[in-house]
């Protein structure tokens, strides 16, 4: 019999406990952002897709084709491509696909590249039903943005 009102005294004070933690966050300000009203502001360590940088002056991609990114990827989601012009000693990046329905976030990407070509987007608001959507040429959006 002493066990069954241990256990109720044990059980009222948890629900004691429990409703004062309760009642103390009633009463702490609301931390909830009301999203398709307000905007959110991403902060600078925000992990969106990868997205290529351009060198200031010519405007074309960092990227001098190694394809670390690539190799370094566990996911498999980078495709390089590049060519090797005429009288040129380095390759041209001709093709950086990323297919961001298989990646990670996982930032080994942008890690093992050395020449300071890609880093993280600041994209946050992604919403499709085609998968098509999710697969980024990031060259052609490079040109865009320039």
């Known amino acids: 019999m002493s066990d069954y009102w241990s256990d109720v005294i044990n059980g009222t004070r948890s629900l004691v406990i429990g409703m004062n ?12 952002e009301q999203y398709p009203h307000f905007v959110p502001v991403m902060t600078p360590r925000f992990r969106g897709h990868i997205e290529l940088i351009g060198n200031e002056e010519t405007g074309l991609p960092n990227c001098v084709v190694c394809g670390m990114c690539q190799r370094a990827c566990p996911s498999s989601c ?3 491509a590049g060519e090797k012009p005429e009288g040129s000693k380095k390759k ?7 297919d961001f329905t298989k990646c990670s976030l996982c930032g080994s990407c942008v890690e093992s590249c ?9 994209d946050y608001n992604l919403a ?3 998968k098509e959507d999710y697969i980024f040429d990031l060259v052609k959006r490079l040109e865009e943005q320039s």
């Open 92 to 98: 041209v990046l001709t093709k950086y696909i990323l």
């Open 128 to 130: 499709s039903t085609r």
């Open 114 to 122: 050395n020449f300071n070509a890609i880093k993280f987007s600041h």
């Open 21 to 32: 933690i309760t009642v103390r966050e009633l009463f702490k300000p609301v931390i909830t």
């Open 78 to 80: 980078i495709t390089v």
